[in-house]
């Protein structure tokens, strides 16, 4: 159960307006149990309608436990379950029905191979081309042109990150603002030469026998590759003029 920055579980039992959080507030709150999460990431959930946080008169959110407890929800679903944001979107509102819900059975895939048990080797979550669509709500062409343009590339046997997800449902989304696939492959350009240099860092670490300096490599990855997240948007707001809240 999460806890709120009081000591409090934030599982909803304080519904005055003084319980509520901002979203820097909610991301240390969440960073405990998941420490990859981002604002980008809540406000990208916000987007699809998973959380409606309020908002103040000059527009800044605002989250309650529920909110809190919420975002958890969704997180957890697609760590353990890997489940579409649609999906999961279902089962959360079968939930505040009353009714019971049948989360699927853990399943990771590792080296092209399903595995049921955990495992010490690097594992990563894949879906399949239909569930993809699915989640994404887009038919086989645009999927096709966005892979004609390395937005979204395939693994092996036709199966595709997990990730995929998001990078399918935020183009959907540039889209609305008539910014087309063909104009987003500077930003593929950009997150190649940035993951590039990340893979140069770690790559010594990476050669090493030693098991525990792989499993730093990994460590090492993700911190710098969050930190040139956080970069990156702060080089672009800088460049806009902008502040995001």
């Given at each position: ?53 309020q ?6 959110r ?6 809190v ?15 579409p944001?649609?999906v ?23 080296d092209?191979e ?44 036709g ?11 935020l ?8 910014i ?7 930003m ?16 010594p ?9 792989r ?22 707001q ?8």
């Amino acid at each position: 159960m999460l806890r709120t920055p009081s000591g409090g579980a934030g599982s909803g039992t304080a519904a005055a307006d003084s319980g509520l959080m901002s979203i820097g507030t909610v991301l240390n709150v969440l960073r405990d149990e998941f420490p990859e999460v981002t604002i980008s990431k809540i406000r990208f959930l916000e987007s699809e309608g998973l959380i409606e946080p309020q908002r103040t008169p000059s527009g800044y959110r605002k989250f309650s436990p529920e909110d809190v407890e919420r975002l958890a929800q969704v997180l957890r679903m697609q760590r353990d379950h890997y489940l579409p944001l649609k999906v999961i979107r279902e089962h959360l509102d079968a939930m505040e029905r009353g009714e019971a819900v049948r989360l699927p059975a853990l399943s990771r895939q590792r080296d092209g191979e399903s595995v049921g048990e955990p495992s010490d080797e690097p594992t990563a979550a894949r879906i399949g081309r239909a569930e993809l669509l699915a989640a994404a709500d887009i038919g086989d062409k645009e999927l096709e042109e966005w892979e004609s343009y390395g937005l979204i590339t395939p693994l092996e046997e036709g199966v595709y990150d997990a990730e995929a997800v998001t990078v399918a449902s935020l183009i959907v989304q540039l889209g609305r603002f008539g910014i087309e696939p063909r104009h987003l492959r500077v930003m593929k350009a950009a997150a190649d030469r940035e993951a590039g240099l990340v893979d140069q860092v770690v790559a010594p670490l990476k050669r090493h026998r030693n098991p525990q300096t792989r499993t730093l490599a990994e460590a090492r990855t993700k911190e710098l590759a969050g930190l040139t997240v956080k970069l990156h948007a702060a080089l672009v707001q800088t460049a806009l003029g902008v502040r995001l809240p």
